[in-house]
């Protein structure tokens, strides 16, 4: 069985998150290792207490996790503070060696503060250069560049591109947020056309989604699949998601 370090924090509604990143693992077949960076105390409408775990602990969780068993693939999640990330960019292997996706969380769909301002900056300068992949959605990739949303698709794939030069290998730009009958991601690589990915817009809202989507990646890649694969069939299970009874 293929194994994807998960580096996330706890969301106590278990809507997002570890939880939701080991459930969609434990469905598509892979074996989840894990290294807490914060717990969050929420419910699916606020963010009640966000507790930083402390940057050696983090570093510790991901040496014992990398010495357990054979990694392929790891999955970024929420990191809470500019120690923590700062402590993770400092435990991975190369990216050779690991495909890396990371989702820059940001901000809870409630509002909640993920991210402070220190960890923007590492996120940007230490851990961008080292993902295989970010997942940025609209809002995000805008605040990551410091500009204001996309309001087009060729915003968006300019925002996308300047992103890239950031330094990650490719970027897929979420477009669930946004309205239309289809939702389509963008994915970006240098010297690469671009590519579309599209699936129906679900009428639910489910929490969630991007971890789902990036361990379900993550997943993909540490089965050998190649990226455009790994986030085609990804797209494919929150769709299956979006089925099942909430
Ligand atoms: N809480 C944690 C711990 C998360 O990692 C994330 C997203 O990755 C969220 C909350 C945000 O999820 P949502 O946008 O569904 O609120």
Known sequence: MTAVLVIAGSDSS???GLVRDVRTLT??????????????????????AVHPMPPDL?????AAALATRRVGAIKIGMLGTGAVALAVAASLPPREQVP?????????????VLLDDAGRTALREELLPRATLVT?????????????AAGTEAELIEQGRAL???????????????????AVDLL????EPLR???????ARTLRGTGCALASAIAAGLAAGSSLEDACARAKQHLVELFQQPA
Do not use: F, Y
């Open 14 to 16: 278990g809507g997002a």
């Open 27 to 48: 469905r598509l077949g892979s074996h989840a290792l894990c290294a807490v960076t914060a717990v969050t105390a929420q419910s699916d409408s606020e963010v009640r």
């Open 58 to 62: 983090v570093r510790a969780q991901i």
């Open 100 to 112: 890396m996706v990371l989702d820059p969380v940001l901000l809870s769909s409630s509002g909640g």
């Open 136 to 148: 940025p959605n609209v809002a995000e990739l805008a605040s990551l560049l410091g500009v204001a």
């Open 164 to 182: 890239l030069e950031l330094g990650p290998r490719s970027v897929l730009v979420k477009g669930g947020h946004g309205g239309g009958r289809e």
């Open 188 to 191: 970006l690589l240098e010297r």
């Open 196 to 202: 579309r990915l599209s699936a129906p817009r679900s």
